[in-house]
């Protein structure tokens, strides 16, 4: 079998970009818009549907112009469940449009709109952060999780997670499925991208492939 070096080397090469990435995001300035943006697509990716199509529909929230609460705030019911409608949400569009409202509405009046003040409210615990993200109604543990894993590139109390999905494509690659050992194969700035290709290798069934690359 390959070494976890080569591994690795084939899983970034293959998979390695985070979703804040894929989305346009660009976390590392820690401002408002970029976080209040993450949060969306995490709202979005605890729906019943596939990652592809909730990265879509954060894609369609932009292009509409939702990229910061008040933005949001000023659009109605019925225009957000076009706009996930057409991006592919046909069968939770409806609920979806509500779920984003009233998690904008819980953000603003407790937050003030800056997810920098729920940090703060957690006191550097990831697991007081988890918790919080998870009162937004909508947003479930792999909302959370998600959110969380793509964060800590910036918050470095966050930092090395790992979720249960990361951790099961490690096991399946034969790398350590533990967050620590992991970030100790990486630098600090791609460890959110190997947590990230993790997840990709696991939803795109494909770590056989990996394996073969990385034995080539």
Known sequence: MASQKRIIEALMQRHGR????EL???LGRNTPSPLFRLLCYSLLTSAPISADLAMRGARAMARAGWTTPRKLAASDWAARARVLNESGYARVDEKTATQLADMNGALLETYGGDLRKLR????GSPKALRKRLKAFKGIGGTGADIFLREIQLVWDEC???ADKAAL???EKLGLKADAAKLANKVSREDYPRLM?????????KDSREVLKAASE
């Open 196 to 204: 990230a290709a993790l997840v990709r290798c696991k939803l795109a």
């Open 159 to 161: 930092y090395p997670y």
């Open 168 to 170: 099961s494509a490690a």
């Open 18 to 21: 985070t979703f804040a990435s």
């Open 24 to 26: 346009g995001v660009d």
């Open 120 to 123: 703060e409210a957690a006191e």
